[in-house]
């Protein structure tokens, strides 16, 4: 079985992959301290609890966060007897190379994302990832990487007006009823969920102007759905886009031989 690791700045998701479909999905709190052994034991009992062998013979990891990486490769290391692809790094080949400014840094899950989206989608299509931070992340006609946007995620936003602002307090995020808030709460909510509305709406219609093109509008990230309430901002909703990514580059590895 193929083992995807997805790392993001606040979860890491853990997916198994055999052969034809994904068997189960699994997500631990990033955490750069966790060790191997560890995540070996936690990983160990969750698949015990679903009765799967643990057969894995292959990996692939993505990370937004440098320092767990050293920590992932020992774990695939020393308790799957494999190397593991890393995107981003030298040894992992991507079916399309970004094509941005020399020297910029792209982040491995942008990449992963906008491929999947184009496999399953097509090409000029824009990614919206709900994630800690939101992106918008900009795939040309082939499927590379071009650019994008990076602006706060939901959650920072939320996080970051409660720290400032001594009286106001931390809110689930929701659609509200009405626009016009009656208490606090309801002035935040509004605020949050009517701003990234707009957020999306109006980055996506520059995204479109400025490409001068019609553009499909691909989201992912838990928040999604939420946004997707009858606003029609997006074309798709994938949950799983990345490590149906991470998935689709470690094919094309394997089938170039470099696995």
């Not at 720290?163 to 995020?173: E, I, K, N, Q, T």
Request: proline share 5%; with cysteine.
């Amino acid at each position: 079985m193929l083992l995807c690791i997805d790392t993001g700045n606040t979860n890491s998701v853990f997916s198994l992959w055999d052969g034809e479909q994904f068997v189960s999905h699994w997500r631990i709190s990033t955490d750069p301290r966790r060790t191997a052994d560890e995540y070996f034991v936690w990983l160990q009992t969750m698949i015990s609890l679903t009765h799967f062998d643990l057969d894995i013979d292959s990996c692939i990891i993505s990370s937004t966060v440098p320092r767990v990486v050293f920590n992932l490769r020992v774990l695939c290391n020393r308790y799957f007897n494999t190397r593991p692809l890393v995107v981003g790094k030298p040894d992992c080949l991507l079916p399309m190379a970004p094509r941005v400014e020399p020297g910029s840094a792209v982040g491995p899950d942008r990449i992963v994302n906008t491929w999947a989206a184009h496999v399953r989608h097509g090409g000029d299509l824009v990614v919206v990832d709900f994630g800690t931070a939101t992106t918008f992340d900009v795939a040309d006609t082939d499927g590379a990487y071009i650019g994008g946007v990076i602006a706060p995620g939901v959650n920072l936003s939320l996080e970051a007006l409660h720290m400032g602002a001594a009286s106001l307090p931390h809110v689930d995020v929701t659609m509200p009823p009405q626009v016009i808030g009656r208490n606090t709460v309801a002035c935040i909510q509004s605020g949050i969920f009517w701003g990234y509305i707009g957020l999306v709406q109006g980055i996506v219609q520059k995204i479109r102007q400025e490409r001068a093109r019609p553009m499909k509008v691909i989201a992912t990230g838990g928040l999604a759905p939420l946004f997707d309430q009858g606003f029609d901002l997006f074309d798709a909703i994938e949950d799983d886009l990345t490590v149906h990514g991470l998935r689709l580059i470690y094919d094309h590895n394997r089938e170039a031989g470099n696995v």
